[in-house]
């Protein structure tokens, strides 16, 4: 059975390097290939997976310009042999045990995907901690037990093949967000409890954005990609319903508390760092959402 690692980049070059590095030592000796899509990249990425020595065997394709990590990632998927798709960022560094662990998580019945553990690394210490909570992600599930879909994440998956028959990524996810929500939602509803946890099977993210910069992303997306999103995803992300109407009312103190949340956030009292980080992203989005809908109005 072989097993193919979708690897998807942009402009990822320094990081490529050391996710290159950390596969050449899993400890895994059965078929498998290294599957590289670039995605427009200007940093010479591309030329380095094709030169760099792998121990399995490579193959890729790069854009011509940059398309998305949906487009990216369906080009994975079309170019790969394997029977199970692990997905992987190209800033992440792989664990040598990680295919050892997918192995045995998929030969549970019926499990058509895996959800693997991702650590972070940032120079941001306030933010790292957070992120790496025990209680956030795969981290708080029980070992092998059902996964929500919201906590499938493609910096670190495995897929079973079959699944792409009959679903594939949306490629209106042009941009940074929202893309890998709305799978794992269309994933669930055709394959209800087939998904599971294996935090044993984890990656390193390194070089991490500090919290600030992660809210611009998060702007970006509640700017972009999370109208794209059906409304039980929205009610999902925002958690109350109300945020979503009445956006000349509510821009204001989102943009607000999106401000106040990264200058206060360092405060060591309580868990307010916590609070602050939730509200932060929270208000990063909706900021970026009542922006594009002042956007439409304007328009209209």
Partial sequence: MKISLIIIGYNTLNTLK???VSINKLDYKKPCEVVYVDDGSKDMSYNYFNDFNLKYDKKSFAFSKN??????RQKGVNISSGKWLCFLSSNVVVDPSLLKKYLIAINHNN?????????????????????NNKNRGVQKYILYSKLQYHNLLFGNCIIKRDVFKKLSFDLTFTSY?????DFGYRLSLLHAGSII???HAF??????????????????YGLKNF?????????????FPFLLNNFFVFRWFAFLFFHL??????????GISVYMIKLGSLCAILSGYYQSKLLHTSQN
């Fill in 18 to 20: 050391h996710l290159l």
């Fill in 111 to 131: 499990v058509i995907a895996v959800g693997g553990g991702i650590k972070y690394k940032s120079k941001d210490s306030v933010f790292e901690k957070y992120l």
């Fill in 203 to 220: 990656v390193t993210r390194i070089y991490h954005p500090d919290f600030p910069n992660h809210c611009l992303r998060q702007y970006e």
């Fill in 67 to 72: 398309r998305g990590r949906v487009f990216a």
């Fill in 227 to 239: 109208n794209l999103l059906v409304f039980e995803l929205k009610k999902r992300v925002v958690h």
């Fill in 261 to 270: 949340s990264v200058r206060l956030y360092t405060i060591h009292f309580i």
């Fill in 177 to 181: 967000g929202g893309e890998e929500l």
């Fill in 197 to 199: 946890a294996c935090k």
